[in-house]
């Protein structure tokens, strides 16, 4: 089973990334952000649970993420592996995987840390949009859809996420870089960690991205 994590700062290209590299590796891309805001428009209990601390920035507590998390990576489509995106946030959550990783005999785990700048973030989160009907990503300036409005994959409505108001996100990068951040020397210790320079086109990263992938399958 290969377990692929993408890292990184809210907005460094992690969401855009796994969906490519999903696609690219037919594992499918698992994003606790997508999961948590399906709740939230579908008004389960976990979405209104969830909701204040995802609109303030906040990171939703462990006990909740681990569930959904693993409830989803327990279904058929997941049993090669699956892409991360926005998951593990904090050391508690990371142990979590590697202590439920440990039980599946053949898993082999990849942490790709796209680095960014944080100037950087907080241009790119605000002109973010995301659709409504398939989770696909584009920006106002450095991605423009061909419609306004209207996502280029699938037709639906593009909006702007909440969080992504600059008071938010600079909320979401102090939280990223207090409980997140540590991750990356938690992975590079054990071995597992690659690093790409996030701060060039989505396509020259995506080329880095894949690089290190098919090296480490055909290892
Ligand atoms: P994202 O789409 O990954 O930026 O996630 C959006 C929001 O969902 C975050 O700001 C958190 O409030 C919540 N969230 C997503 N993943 C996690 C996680 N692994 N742990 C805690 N909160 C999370």
Sequence with gaps: MDVVILMGAPGAGKGTQAMRLSEFA????????????????????????????????????????????????????????????????????????????????????????????????????????????????????????????VCDACGGELYQREDDRPEVVSERLAVYHEQTAPLVGYYDERGLLARVDGGRSPDDVFASLRGLYRRRRGA
């Design 26 to 149: 037919s594992l499918p891309h698992v994003s606790t952000g997508d999961l948590f805001r399906d709740n939230l428009k579908r008004e389960t209990k976990l979405g209104t649970e969830a909701k204040g601390y995802m609109e303030s920035g906040k990171l939703v507590p462990d006990a909740l993420v681990l569930d959904m998390l693993f409830d989803r990576v327990a279904k058929p489509d997941c049993a090669e592996g699956y892409i991360l995106d926005g998951f593990p946030r904090t050391l508690p959550q990371a142990e979590a995987l590697e202590k439920r990783l440990a039980e599946v005999p053949d898993a082999s785990v990849q942490v790709l840390d796209i680095e960014v700048a944080d100037e950087v973030i907080v241009e790119r989160a605000s002109g973010r949009l995301l659709c409504r009907s398939c989770d696909s990503i584009k920006h106002k300036t450095f991605s423009p859809p061909r419609a306004e409005g």
